[in-house]
């Protein structure tokens, strides 16, 4: 059965309420997860996302930059 309905409800309100009832946010890549924040107080928030996402190998990346450094 259908909630009530405010006047108030402002029309993105009614989208987001219809959505929701027509199952569109079922099943969402991520659902059930924490959202990464990106703008934290860390300034390195880009670089630990990108890590992350790209599941990198840290420890074969430090060991790259200091190869790469000892050659020059």
């Not at 259908?2 to 027509?22: H, L, M, N, Q, T």
């Not at 890549?29 to 880009?46: E, F, I």
């Not at 420890?59 to 450094?69: D, I, K």
């Amino acid at each position: 059965m259908d909630e009530p309905v405010s006047v108030y409800e402002g029309f993105v309100e009614r989208k987001v309420r219809e959505a929701i009832a027509a199952g569109h946010f079922d099943e969402l890549p991520g659902a059930g997860k924490p959202l990464r924040m990106r703008h934290s107080r860390d300034a390195n928030w880009w670089l630990r996302c990108k890590i992350e996402d790209e599941q990198l190998d840290v420890a074969e990346l430090f060991y790259q930059m200091r190869c790469s450094q000892h050659e020059t």
